[in-house]
């Protein structure tokens, strides 16, 4: 079964930087769009960026101007690039994709989650 696996995230200071990757443990299909979630204590989980296989972006608009999402297609990797970090950004993110297995149907995937921490 595919799985998303994350890496990066960690603690930082307010104003800094952390950049955060997800691949697809096996080759899929398809993948459509892959995106970048996250929550906080106490709030649902909402969008921070998505970005279609064809490139076309979408931010919340709290990080706009501050996150680059990214993605490459032949490694089935999005990356989340995260500028200017501020105490408010601190959450679990979690990655999310919408593929087609090599076998099955498309459906949403989740990754595990990464701890983003900005310290103030």
């Known amino acids: 079964q595919v799985q998303l696996v994350e890496s990066g995230g960690g603690l930082v200071q307010a104003g800094g930087s952390l950049s955060l990757s997800c691949a697809t443990s096996?080759?899929?299909?398809?993948?459509?769009?892959m995106g970048w979630y996250r929550q906080a204590p106490g709030k649902q989980r909402e969008l921070v960026a998505a970005?279609?296989?064809?490139?076309?972006?979408n931010y919340r608009d709290s990080v706009k101007g501050r996150f680059t999402i990214s993605r490459d297609n032949a490694k089935n990797t999005v990356y989340l690039q995260m500028n200017s970090l501020k105490p408010e950004d601190t959450a679990v993110y979690y990655c999310?994709?919408?593929?087609?297995?090599?076998?099955?149907?498309?459906?949403?995937?989740w990754g595990q989650g990464t701890q983003v921490t900005v310290s103030s």
């Open positions: 970005i279609t296989s064809g490139g076309n972006t």
């Open positions: 999310n994709a919408n593929l087609i297995p090599l076998f099955g149907s498309r459906r949403e995937y």
């Open positions: 096996e080759r899929a299909f398809s993948i459509n769009t």
